[in-house]
């Protein structure tokens, strides 16, 4: 099987929010709307207080709660873990908005653009009418995966089948993967270094890791 997931290297991330602009150039996402953002926070006590810089979005868990609540089945997860929806199908209701414990979804129900009333060529060359209405999220540029896939690339190796914000990370902080597959880029880093994933507590299964120290040799 294949579970396509991504990994934060936290040691790295600098904070730069190239992830955030790299997404909302990929997808044209109103303001206000940003499928990737990088959290700030302050973590210790004065004086010893430090800055770390954590990128979140949807984390295309293998329990989603927001593909339970979902009453008209947009929401659905795909066999490579890929946590997608339907805006055909989509009834605009938000309860995957509530249930989803990352703040990971949005809803917007008027076309918004970055300067005014008239689109930016971006915007206006991805502007979807489709997604007026409805919830929307990451998706983890499946698009860019599914047709690297046929062209026989491997996403998170060769660049054209690999999320947007991967590929723009000044700091390689951000990688991607299949995590099922022993010889691949993220399973390697997840073996090499301890992380977490983040609410793992509320067994949805996050398809995101976050490094944040190498294991220790076995002595």
Not at 5 to 14: S, T
Not at 75 to 85: F, L, N, Q, S
Not at 117 to 130: I, R
Request: hydrophobic share 35%; proline share 7%; net charge negative.
């Amino acid at each position: 099987m294949t579970r396509w997931a991504m990994v934060a290297d936290l040691r790295r991330c600098v904070g730069c929010q190239t992830c955030t602009a790299a997404c909302k150039h990929a997808n044209a996402t109103p303001p206000g709307v940003q499928w990737r953002r990088v959290l700030d926070m302050e973590v210790g006590e004065y004086p010893n207080v430090n800055r770390v810089f954590v990128p979140v979005g949807c984390m295309h868990c293998a329990d989603p709660p927001c593909m339970h609540v979902c009453p008209s089945t947009a929401t659905r997860k795909r066999a490579d873990g890929i946590v997608t929806i339907d805006y055909d199908l989509c009834i605009g209701c938000a309860y995957c908005a509530v249930a989803c414990p990352y703040q990971a979804r949005y809803k917007t129900d008027r076309a918004t653009f970055a300067y005014g009333d008239q689109p930016m060529a971006n915007e206006a060359a991805k502007f979807d009418p489709g997604r007026l209405g409805v919830a929307t999220k990451c998706t983890f540029c499946h698009e860019r995966i599914d047709a690297g896939l046929a062209k026989g690339l491997t996403p998170g190796v060769d660049p054209e089948a690999t999320p947007a914000c991967v590929n723009s990370c000044i700091a390689q902080a951000l990688h991607f993967g299949d995590a099922d597959d022993p010889a691949s880029n993220v399973s390697q880093l997840l073996a090499e270094n301890q992380f977490f994933r983040m609410h793992e507590e509320l067994g949805t299964e996050p398809g995101f890791y976050y490094l944040w120290d190498r294991k220790e040799a076995n002595p």
